[in-house]
């Protein structure tokens, strides 16, 4: 039994892979097909050099419409004193003795003793007595009122490819224009590289397929969907087999089978009790267990080794090779014999969860395919950004956390969004990767970073950065921004954080309704304190309700806030300096209520559709938010308060070209009746100046 390794370094992991497979023979391209040229060769990799066969063009050719001629013959024509040249046939003349000019069209070959081309355009064409020709592609002779140069107007032999002259190089991924060159030089197929075939076999006794009806317990198997788009689109071929369960012989059964017809296979592990274990003892019985454990967060129960091919079912299972093709996947029978390339192949074992799945075939997977295909392996582009705040990291681990990027004023800008392995959201949502390394404990707010970008730069550049207060018509916002070509991004930290973050330059605006409990106004007062030296413009957005959100039917019978007081309902809060928990505090205040009677006062939810899932789950009994997160999460509203929820947007963003958009669509009608069909909501502020405060 291999002696099991946990929280090895990334470093370590990849060398202890990359050794196994070397000893394997399975550390470079697993082997090659012949493909023709329509055969669905795009985006495949060349697995031998494009030389060229033949010149392109082949010939000299005209690159004009036009009269070909000897340039030494056009010598000392001037518009004072022009040239006359005689026109002839193609078949008139070889070689002539007298100075010539011939009609040729673009593309035509070039008369053997003409060197230049002159473009219609540039010529007068005459006829028999000397008068203007009334055709001018076929005129007795034509004047010239300017000289030529050799060669001009004419694409030579060998312009565009010179036979024997590299084309395209080994490793190469074919493009569109590709294909045009490879013809050109003269060919009419390729050989690049076979796709891996990758089996992905998603194993959990708690999975259920795509599409199935949910229970409790249940889930969805998206990782084997996520999994292969994947490994399609780095350029293998993704492999998938049924889901199995909780069963170590049926585990090893099914992974016997996949490694049959398949160069890799990926086991992804269920997320219940003991199943990282299966895994391991499976790698261990079938073969060797090379790593237990990976120092990467999210992803440290990774598990690398190498397994044993079955000779005798490999000759059975193997799917035929085509022709002109190499295998080291499958057996190949070439010239009536059987013959193995190789009786081992590698085998992940990925975690469940599926961000740390995902990012498990970046690290490891993409690597392995390019290194098969013999291309150079995906490398994101890196660019320096300051991140937002404080975050603390694993100093035994190299650690990725997801980012939203933007661009404010003059500061490029990364802020972390959700770090839990099971966000598949975060990676949906995230521009980029930044990689703290092993040693490196965490970073300051306004540090610099290295982003690995996952979004062109062009789009980072026409985002919208909103940090605030939470509200769904936020998503609705950014849905009817994305068709004015601007990417509304919003981090939920809360109103008064989402004017600190304005005062720190972290963001364009920011969503606020922050009560003063002296005037009854919302925002301004806290806009004074919080921005001093900030020129702002406050955009009324809408009046909304709010109110508890309670389970369908109330059974706790949940009235008012009076009700939280007796200890007995249990309360989802919202975070410290969010406008409803200001809200909440104003109203238990002039209740008489204490904090401390109420259960659940310090539990606390950073969203609307947070507290809403909280109650929906039975976590919670009741909790403060909007009619809107109750409705999507099925759960019954009841009413209590009207607030004001305002836009607070520097003014030297307000009056940029990036948030233009924003306000046309605050005029929009067809956005006011998106609000309006939602419950809870009143439009007739929306767009409307409440007041710009100079901060001065």
């Not at 409803?580 to 008489?592: A, K, S």
């Not at 939810?605 to 929906?616: F, I, K, P």
Request: charged share 20%; hydrophobic share 45%; aromatic share 6%.
């Amino acid at each position: 039994m291999s002696v099991y390794l946990h929280d090895l370094p990334l470093a370590d992991a990849k060398a202890r892979l990359e050794l196994a497979l070397r000893e394997a023979g399975l550390w470079g391209l697993l082997g090659s097909e012949t493909l023709a040229l329509d055969e669905n060769v795009l985006g495949r990799v060349l697995a031998e050099p494009i030389w060229a066969l033949k010149s392109s063009p082949h010939y000299h050719a005209s690159a004009m419409d036009g009269f070909a001629v000897r340039a030494e013959d056009t010598a000392g024509a001037m518009p004072s004193t022009p040239i006359t040249l005689e026109v002839v046939s193609l078949s008139t003349v070889h070689r002539p003795s007298s100075a010539l000019a011939q009609y040729v069209d673009t593309g035509d070959p070039l008369p053997d003793w003409a060197n230049a081309v002159i473009p219609i355009e540039n010529v007068e064409p005459l006829d028999s007595v000397g008068q203007i020709a009334a055709n001018v592609r076929q005129p007795d002779s034509i004047r010239l009122r300017a000289s030529v140069v050799p060669w001009s107007h004419v694409r030579p032999l060998g312009e565009d490819i010179v036979a024997t002259q590299l084309v395209l190089p080994t490793g190469h991924v074919l493009r569109p224009y590709d294909l045009g060159a490879i013809a050109a030089s003269g060919h009419i197929s390729v050989s690049v590289a076979r796709r891996p075939r990758v089996g992905i076999l998603p194993t959990g006794t708690e999975l259920v397929p795509i599409g199935s009806e949910l229970r409790r317990g249940d889930i969805l198997d998206y990782n084997s969907l996520v999994m292969a788009a994947q490994v399609q689109a780095m350029g293998a071929e993704p492999v998938h087999f049924p889901i199995t369960m909780d069963d170590f012989d049926a585990i090893c059964a099914r992974v016997a089978e996949a490694a049959q017809t398949c160069d890799l296979v990926l086991l992804n592990a269920g997320s219940s009790a003991g199943s990282e274990d299966f895994s391991s003892r499976v790698v261990e019985k079938l073969g060797t267990l090379l790593v237990h454990g990976v120092a990467v967060r999210p992803g440290h129960p990774v598990i690398l080794g190498v397994i044993a091919r079955s000779r005798s079912a490999a000759t059975t299972l193997a799917p035929p090779a085509r022709a002109g093709e190499q295998s080291s996947g499958a057996w190949v029978i070439a010239s009536g014999k059987e013959r193995p390339r190789n009786d081992k192949i590698p085998i992940i074992g990925v975690p469940g969860y599926p961000v740390s799945a995902a990012l498990t075939v970046d690290i490891f997977v993409e690597p392995l395919i390019a290194r098969w295909l013999g291309r150079r392996p995906l490398e994101l582009p890196v660019m320096q950004a300051q991140i937002t705040r404080k975050t603390v990291s694993p100093a035994g681990d190299d650690d990725f956390i997801r980012v939203v990027v933007g661009q404010v004023g003059e500061k490029m800008l990364a802020a972390p969004i959700a770090r839990g392995a099971g966000v598949i959201t975060s990676l949906v949502r995230a521009d980029g990767l930044v990689v703290l390394p092993r040693g490196v404990q965490g970073v300051e707010a306004g540090d610099l970073v290295n982003v690995r970008l996952m979004r062109s730069l062009d789009e980072i550049k026409q985002t919208i950065f909103c940090i605030g207060s939470h509200d769904v018509i936020l998503d609705l916002l950014a849905q009817f921004l994305s068709e004015k070509d601007r990417r509304l991004v919003s981090a939920n930290v809360g109103s008064q954080a989402g004017l600190v973050a304005l005062r720190r330059g972290e963001a364009h605006l920011a969503g606020s309704h922050l009560l003063d409990p002296q005037t009854g106004d919302y925002n301004l007062r806290y806009v004074r304190e919080y921005l001093p030296g900030v020129p702002v413009k406050v955009v009324g957005l809408v009046h909304r309700e709010q109110g508890l959100m309670v389970r369908p039917g109330n059974p706790r019978g949940v009235k008012s806030l009076q009700d939280l007081a007796g200890g007995k309902i249990a309360f989802i809060n919202r975070q410290r300096g969010a406008g409803t928990r200001v809200l909440f505090d104003y109203h238990l205040n002039l209740m008489g209520i204490d904090a401390a009677q109420v259960r659940g006062y310090d539990d606390e939810e950073y969203t609307h559709l947070g507290v809403a899932a909280a109650v929906s789950s039975g976590r919670a009994d009741c909790g403060m938010g909007i009619p809107a997160a109750a409705q999507a999460l099925e759960l019954d509203f009841i009413p209590l308060f009207q607030e004001r929820y305002d836009l607070i947007i520097p003014r030297l963003f307000a009056e940029s070209e990036l948030l233009a958009p924003l306000f046309d669509l605050l005029k929009s009608q067809a956005f006011k009746n998106a609000v309006r069909a939602l419950p809870g909501y009143d439009t007739d502020c929306m767009g409307a100046l409440i007041e710009e405060i100079n901060n001065a």
